[in-house]
């Protein structure tokens, strides 16, 4: 896949990961299941039914919380294979009050590869196109549909949304801040040369290999670096020398997350209704520095080798995130929380312990305990410590649960 070439110059990092990951031809998440053992990494809902069974649990408790609205919408921004959705639905069967509201059901995804795993997931019935968007019926009886970006998703009811591992893939621009002002790294190209033993000295011998890819800063000001960290406070007193990554799309989507809770107004929820929840890896509270990674059969890689073949992301910037979504929209913006507290919080020990005494073998009970432990451990690198949970909410409305708002009883009742 040629991205960049002697004519056009260096490219953006965000425009080499939207090539790599999305290009129409031979973009990685286009023509590839990338998750499971058989793919090239493994998510939280892939992990164990007890992550996607406490989401839904978390989204009842927003309902409940916001007055029970009698429509509502579920939107989840890049479903991987349907399987968080798939065992949400499955929780909220123990909740017809909840079940019984759902309009529909609202993915967004734009790999055609990953609609159809999603499609299978999900639903019964085969799936049908139109202009506008793909739609089917799940096995609840609930409509499905497919859109390509979240802005083209209805707003005509309240809408609770899910971005699980979405906001990672999101292409971002690298900065450094050099003697001269901030400088934009980005992303060139060359071609191996060899000296020939017949060559004279400085002559080479250009070879018809695979450019190899590499990192470049600019010795000029570039308009996104003019609309990035020249235009923010937030990076104002930040030395020389230093390197930042920002993610413009990024901020599009928390923009879009944050209007849509402060546009749905009721007389009971006059500062709006409906939520949103991100959970991704990343830093709670400062900036991510040289983050970009390729991830390609459950290892870690260069994100410039082969691109097209391995998974590139980034670490999402939580603050940042928090202040566009309080700028732009009247929300109230929670944590971001560690995974494995917010698990905690939701129950998730009560959960496995009652998964665990249903096993009848020993084994199936160390199945549960290995899932249970890699889902909320927090020692080194672990899942539950790396991954960050945030919430976007009505401004007036409660803490939720998870961010400081109280814990689920196992006995409580929901309905």
């Not at 839904?56 to 989840?76: F, K």
């Not at 018809?208 to 235009?231: A, N, Q």
């Not at 009848?360 to 080194?380: C, F, N, Q």
Request: net charge negative.
């Amino acid at each position: 896949m040629l991205i960049t070439d002697q004519t056009t110059g260096p490219i953006s990092v965000a425009a080499y990961m939207r090539q790599c990951l999305t290009n129409p031809e031979s973009g990685y998440y286009i023509n590839k299941d990338p998750f499971g053992t058989e793919g090239d990494f493994i998510t939280s809902p892939e992990i164990s039914q007890m992550f996607g069974e406490l989401v839904g649990v978390w989204v009842i408790t927003q309902w409940m919380a916001q007055g029970r609205p009698p429509n509502i919408r579920l939107i989840e921004l890049g479903p991987g294979r349907g399987t968080l959705m798939r065992d949400m639905l499955k929780a909220f069967q123990s909740f017809p009050p909840f079940k019984n509201t759902i309009v529909d059901i609202c993915l967004v995804e734009a790999s055609p590869t990953l609609r159809m795993s999603q499609q299978r997931m999900l639903c019964d019935a085969a799936a049908t196109e139109t202009e506008e968007f793909m739609s089917s019926t799940s096995r609840y009886g609930i409509p499905v549909k497919w859109y390509g970006n979240l802005k083209e998703v209805p707003r005509d009811v309240t809408s609770f949304t899910i971005a699980h591992e979405f906001f990672d893939a999101l292409p971002i621009h690298q900065f450094e801040h050099t003697q001269n002002g901030w400088r934009e790294v980005m992303v060139d190209y060359s071609v191996p040369q060899e000296k020939t033993p017949l060559s004279l000295p400085g002559q080479t011998r250009s070879f018809d290999e695979t450019p190899k890819f590499h990192l470049t800063v600019l010795p000029y000001s570039t308009p996104s670096s003019k609309i990035g960290p020249e235009s923010s406070p937030r990076y104002k007193n930040l030395s020389v020398n230093s390197k930042i990554e920002i993610s413009p799309e990024s901020w599009d989507v928390a923009k879009e997350l944050a209007l849509r809770i402060s546009e749905q107004k009721t007389p009971q929820a006059p500062t709006g209704t409906g939520s949103a929840l991100v959970i991704d890896y990343g830093p709670a509270e400062t900036i991510p520095v040289n983050t970009l990674r390729g991830i390609k059969g459950h290892h870690f890689v260069s994100p410039f080798e082969e691109p097209g073949t391995a998974d590139l992301s980034a670490d999402v910037d939580f603050t940042s995130l928090k202040l566009v979504a309080e700028e732009e929209g009247h929300v109230a913006v929670h944590g971001a929380v560690e995974q494995g507290d917010w698990l905690h919080a939701l129950g998730i020990g009560a959960r496995a312990t009652m998964l665990a005494h249903q096993q009848t073998t020993p084994e199936g009970k160390d199945r549960i305990a290995k899932e249970y432990h890699r889902l909320v451990e927090r020692s080194g690198g672990a899942m539950g410590k790396i991954y960050k949970v945030m919430a976007f909410t009505p401004r007036g409305t409660q803490t939720p649960v998870g961010f400081g708002g109280g814990v689920i009883d196992s006995d409580e009742d929901v309905d």
